[in-house]
Structure formats: structure tokens, C-alpha cells
């Protein structure tokens, strides 16, 4: 375990660096900060003078060996535009971006799981199949493109008029596939709850969970088809094995053999996949966050670029670096402990 950790934390300082180092190289190309910082009436020797007290006049290597020296101590710059710590302003949407990962996550887990071991199952019914063809729709279409159907359908309302006639089935039919609206798709809402330091969530109101309910609807819709499939695909193939026809001649229970052997064994790849997948939502939270203008890191870092605010880009880059190696390290930890026949280091027991 010591190894392993001590190997893990290895891994973390060369993506650190690596994220660092990409983040600086581009600098350069994301617009001048000072137009950002001040108005047009400002001469320009006040500008050159306070490209100067900020360091942009400094050479590539200067400023970054700069910002690695205050990275050790914790300290990722002062932002440009809001003119604090960068990571202070991190740390605040923060806790909106995880709400919004957490509750797309536990969508995916709650959906996919029987669907996928349904789709095993009984892989030739009508129902199955429909679930593949929607899950390759699902695959297709775009994140931002979800969103903007789910806030016409749920937010703003649609009316159908298919099947012409006001009375009989044609108006019934119009009335089943027409919505009402109603749900909110913009921000997270006034009645939320304060939990710690800059932390307020939604899961604590009525009108928090309303809120939350489209952004992580769309976030999950990504995701959602891929572990479908995954998991059918896995359970088929672990149902064909020795054990489970062993199993199937003793006379065990279906759902038995089903929910607890085949499951079990479907999830080890699962596991592993879906802590990659976790890390990847945190980033497509960016289009997610921008269509419902969710409070969280993925709207501030696309403002940060609109802003060219460099030092809050470069620590965004970094905390989801660091998310992304918390994750996987976590994930590893979680398969080890799911399949005590792999060991961390990497050799099979």
C-alpha cells in the first residue's frame, strides 16, 4: 500500500507539471489581460506599467518558475479579474460543480445498472432493443444539444399537435406527448442551504433539487448510454461462463445468480471505467454550466478565457489534474479491495 501510494503521488507531480507547463506554453495565445483589467481611456504608459508590476513583461521561464515556487506553498496567483487568490475563487464554485457530478453520477448508477443487466438478460426483446437504439442516440448527440431540448420540453413547455381533432384519441395523443414546463434552467436557485465555509447545497431544499434536476439530467446523458452498453456487454459475457452454467445446473435461485455472481464480476471493469468517466464529467461540465449558467468551475473557467484571466485558467487546469489523479488513485483502491486476486503494485496474486 506504501509502495503504491508512494508511486501514485510520483504519477500526481508529473501531471501537475505537465498541466503547468501546457497551461503557461498557452498563455500567450488567450488575448491581453491588461484590456481586460482596464478601459480604453487608460494611457498606455499606465498599461506598460502595470504589465510590469504584474511580471508579463518577464520571460516565460521567469514567470513560471514564479508560479511553481508559490504552487508548493499553495499559493496558484492572485486572479486578474476578481483580484483575490485564484484558488479562493475556485474553492467557491466548487462545491456547485460536485453537486452537479455527484447527482449525474448517481443517475448513471441508478439507470444504468438494471438496464444494462435487463438488456442481458433478455438481449432479444422488444424493450431491450429500443433501450440499444436510444443508448446510440444518447452516444451521438452533443451535451449542449441535450440541454437546450430538456429546457424547451421541461422549462418552457411544448404543445403537440400530431394528430389533428380536439376530441377523441387525436386530442388525447396531443395532450400525452405535449409538457408543461415549469422546471427551473437557470442558476441554483435562492433557497439553498449553507453547509461549511463557501459550501451551499442543493440536496437540502425542494427547490435546490428542482434546480439541479435538468443540469444533471444533460450532465448524465453522456455518460449514461456508454455505461449501458458496458455493462451489457460485460454481464453476456460473464453469463456464458463455466461458473455461472455451474451455478444454473445446482439449481440456484435466477435473480441469485444474476444479482449476485454474474453482477459482481460485470462491475470489476465498471469500477474502473466509470472513476476515468467521473474525472471526464468534471471537464464537460463546462457546456453543461454555460447553457444553465450554473455557478460552478466549468462557467468560471470559460469566463476566466473570455476575461483572459490567466492565473485562475492555469489553477482551474491544476485542481482538475488533481481531481482527475484523487480519482483514478481512488479507484484503484476500490478494485483492489472488489478483487483481492490484483494487488496494487500491479502483479496478479
Known sequence: MAAFLIKRLGHAILVMLVISLVAFAIQNNLGDPIASMVGQSVPESERAA???????????????????????????????????????????????????????????????????????????????????????LGISVPVFLTAIVLIQLYSIGMQFTLFPGDTGWGAWLNGLLSTQGGLPAFGRGNQLT???????????????????????????????????????????????????????????????????????????????????QIGTMVAYTILTETVFQWPGMGLMFLEAINRSDIPLITAYLMIVGVIFVVTNTLVDLVYGLVNPTVKLTGSAA
Open 50 to 136: 502595470l504589465r510590469e508590476q504584474l511580471g508579463l513583461n518577464d520571460p516565460f521561464i521567469t514567470q513560471y518558475l514564479r508560479f511553481a515556487a508559490g504552487a508548493l506553498q499553495g499559493d496558484l496567483g492572485n486572479s486578474y479579474f476578481y483580484r483575490e487568490p485564484a484558488l479562493d475563487v475556485i474553492l467557491r464554485h466548487l462545491p456547485a460543480t460536485l453537486e452537479l457530478v455527484f447527482a449525474a453520477s448517481l443517475l448513471i448508477l441508478v439507470l444504468s445498472v438494471p438496464i444494462g443487466v435487463f438488456a442481458a438478460i433478455k438481449p432479444r426483446s422488444l424493450i431491450s432493443r429500443a433501450f440499444m437504439s436510444v443508448s446510440i
Open 194 to 276: 449553507h453547509i461549511v465555509g463557501s459550501w451551499w447545497t442543493n440536496f437540502a431544499s425542494l427547490d435546490g433539487l428542482r434546480h439541479l434536476i435538468l443540469p444533471a439530467i444533460s450532465l448524465a446523458s453522456i455518460m449514461l448510454p456508454l455505461f449501458i452498453r458496458l455493462i451489457r456487454a460485460e454481464m453476456l459475457e460473464v453469463l456464458q461462463s463455466e461458473y455461472v452454467r455451474f451455478a444454473r445446473a445446482k439449481g440456484l435461485h435466477l435473480r441469485r445468480i444474476y444479482f449476485l455472481h454474474a453482477l459482481k464480476n460485470t462491475m470489476l471493469p465498471v469500477i474502473t471505467v466509470g472513476g476515468v
